[in-house]
C-alpha cells in the first residue's frame, strides 16, 4: 500500500492511498457477504450465494464500489493511528480510481489539531485581591442568619409595610374592562419583592386588614404581553391578612438553636470570622487564578481551525436548548422573546466558542508538556464525586463511563483541571489590600481618561490648524486668479476699443 501525506495547507492533511487489488480480495469477499444477505437469488438462501454467482449477478462494478465503503474507512484509520494524527472532523474522502483488476486509489482531506505555541505560563504575575473581613461584615452574616431563623407571625391591626407577607384578592381592569389573568384571590405576596409591574406594591403599603383600595398602574412599554405594554389599568384590591417577621433574639439560646458547635455569641462570631475569611481567601485565589490562567493563555499562539470553533458553538447551543428545557422553554420561544435567529445565536456564541476551544488546546499543551496526568487515586476521587452526586454506586458509574467511552473524557478534563492549577501554583502573586487596589484602578482609569482627552484635544486643534491651512491655500490661488482674469479683461476690452 502507498500513502502519500501532504500537509502543504495549514492544519490539514491531505493523504492520497493506492491500494493493491490483491489486498482488495478480503474485502470483495467481505462485500459479498454483506449483500448476499440482501438480494434474493433464485436457487441460493440469503447470505448463502457464492461469490462468483453474486458478481453476475449485481456486476463486478457495484461488489467493488460496496468493497470500497468497506475498506477505506478501515485503511483510513490505520493511516491515521500509524502517522499519529490527531483529525478534528471527519474526513471529506474521494475515490480515485476504482476498477476490477487494478489498484484502488482515493483521497482524505482532514482537519487536524491545530500546533500550540507556548507563551510564558510559568512565573505568570497576577495580584491578588485581600478583603479583610470587618466587623460589620460579621454583623451582617450573623443578621442573615436571625432572618433565616425568624418566624412569620399574623399581626392584628397592623398597617402594611414594606417587607410583610400578605394575603390579598385583586382584579384588573384597562378601560373597565376585565382583562384574562387579572384576577385572583387569596394571593400571597411579599411587599416590595417587586413582583408585580411598578406602583402596584408601593400602593399597598400604609393599607389595613379588610381594607380594600382601587390602585392606578400603568404597564411597562416593555411588558411581555404587547396587549398590555404601555396601557393603563386600575386594580381592585382588598387586604385579607397582614404577616411579619419576628425575628429570634441575639442571645446564647438562639445560638445554641442553630449552631452544632457554638455555644455562645462570642463563639459564634469567632466562627463566623473564620468561615467568612476562609470564603474571602477562597474568592481572591479563585479571582487571581483566573487572572493568572487567562494571561497565560492569552500569551499563546494558536490557528484554529474554523470547523472546531462551530463544532463548541453548536455544543454551545444544545447546553443552551437544555436549560430552556429545565424551565418549561424552547429554543424556539427564546428565538422569538430575544428576536433573534438561528444564525443570529451561532454568530453570538462564536467568541466564547473561539476562546473555549482555545483554552482547551492550551491546557492540553501545557498538560502534554509538564507530563500532568491524573492518578489513579484522583480518577477515583471524580467517579466517586459523580456517583455521589446522582447517588449510585461508584463502580457502577465507572462501568457506565467505560462502555460510553466517557473515561476518556473524564481523564482529559481533570488534564485541563491540572494545567489549570500548574498555571496559578507557578505564578508569582502578589497580596493586594483590597482599597489599595480599587484606590490604583481609579488612578489608572482617571490617567487613561487624560490621556485620551489630551489626544483628542490634540486631534482636535490638528484638525482646525489643517482646516485654516487649506482655507488659506484655497482662498490664495482664488485671488491671483480673480487678478489674472481681471487683467485680461481689460486688455480684451482695449484690443476691442482699438479695433
Known amino acids: 500500500m502507498k500513502v502519500n501525506l501532504d500537509e502543504s495547507v495549514k492544519n490539514q492533511i491531505t493523504m492520497e492511498v493506492e491500494v493493491p487489488f490483491e489486498e482488495m480480495d478480503s474485502w470483495l469477499t467481505k462485500a459479498a457477504q454483506k449483500v448476499g444477505r440482501k438480494v434474493n437469488i433464485p436457487g441460493f438462501r440469503k447470505g448463502k450465494v457464492p461469490r462468483a454467482i453474486l458478481e453476475n449477478y449485481i456486476g463486478i462494478d457495484a461488489l467493488l464500489q460496496e468493497a470500497a465503503d468497506l475498506m477505506i474507512p478501515q485503511v483510513y484509520w490505520d493511516i491515521i493511528e500509524e502517522h499519529s494524527i490527531e483529525p478534528v472532523d471527519q474526513p471529506q474522502l474521494e475515490i480515485l480510481k476504482l476498477e476490477n483488476k487494478e489498484p484502488v486509489s482515493f483521497k482524505a482531506v482532514v482537519t487536524i489539531k491545530p500546533e500550540v505555541v507556548l507563551g510564558e505560563y510559568k512565573g505568570v504575575a497576577v495580584d491578588r ?26 399581626v392584628a391591626d397592623a398597617v402594611v409595610e414594606n417587607g410583610d407577607f400578605i394575603s390579598l384578592d385583586f382584579e ?75 425575628l429570634p433574639e441575639l442571645n446564647d439560646e438562639f445560638v445554641k438553636d442553630i449552631s452544632e458547635t457554638c455555644d ?114 484522583e480518577i477515583n476521587e471524580q467517579i466517586e464525586m459523580i456517583a455521589s452526586a446522582y447517588f449510585q454506586d461508584a463502580e457502577k458509574v465507572r462501568e457506565q463511563l467505560i462502555r460510553s467511552g466517557r473515561l476518556e473524557m473524564l481523564i482529559y478534563s481533570l488534564r485541563l483541571m491540572k494545567a489549570a492549577q500548574f498555571i496559578y501554583d507557578n505564578a508569582v502573586v502578589t497580596d493586594v489590600d483590597e482599597k489599595e487596589a480599587k484606590a490604583k484602578e481609579e488612578k489608572v482609569e482617571e490617567n487613561t481618561t487624560k490621556k485620551t482627552t489630551r489626544k483628542t484635544t490634540k486631534k482636535a486643534k490638528g484638525e482646525t490648524a489643517e482646516k485654516e491651512v487649506v482655507a488659506e491655500e484655497i482662498e490664495k490661488p482664488a485671488k491671483k486668479t480673480s487678478r489674472k482674469s481681471t487683467k485680461k479683461k481689460e486688455e480684451k476690452v482695449e484690443e476691442n476699443t482699438e479695433a
Open 129 to 154: 485581591i485581600v478583603r479583610k473581613v470587618t466587623d460589620k461584615d460579621i454583623e451582617d452574616e450573623i443578621e442573615r442568619m436571625r432572618q433565616r431563623a425568624a418566624k412569620i407571625e399574623e
Open 264 to 377: 455562645t455569641v462570642a463563639d459564634l462570631q469567632k466562627d463566623v470570622r473564620e468561615k467568612l475569611e476562609e470564603r474571602s481567601k477562597k474568592r481572591s485565589d479563585d479571582v487571581a487564578k483566573n487572572t493568572a490562567i487567562n494571561k497565560a493563555v492569552a500569551g499563546c499562539k494558536v490557528e484554529i481551525p474554523q470547523v472546531m470553533i462551530d463544532q463548541r458553538a453548536e455544543q454551545l447551543i444544545e447546553d443552551l436548548k437544555m436549560n430552556l428545557e429545565r424551565q418549561g422553554l424552547t429554543i424556539e420561544k427564546y428565538m422569538e422573546y430575544a428576536k433573534l435567529s438561528a444564525d443570529n445565536i451561532k454568530e453570538n456564541f462564536q467568541p466564547q466558542a473561539q476562546n473555549g476551544v482555545k483554552y482547551d488546546l492550551v491546557m492540553e499543551a501545557i498538560s502534554d508538556k509538564e507530563d500532568l496526568y491524573p492518578s489513579g487515586e
Open 172 to 246: 384588573g381592569f384597562i378601560d373597565g374592562v376585565a382583562f384574562p389573568g387579572g384576577k385572583a384571590e387569596g394571593y400571597s405576596l411579599e411587599v416590595g419583592s417587586g413582583s408585580f409591574i411598578p406602583g402596584f406594591e408601593e400602593q399597598l403599603v400604609g393599607m389595613k386588614k379588610e381594607e380594600e383600595k382601587e390602585i392606578s398602574v400603568k404597564f411597562p412599554a416593555d411588558y411581555h404581553q404587547a396587549d398590555f405594554a404601555d396601557k393603563d389599568a386600575i386594580f381592585k384590591v382588598k387586604i385579607n391578612e397582614v404577616r411579619r417577621k419576628k
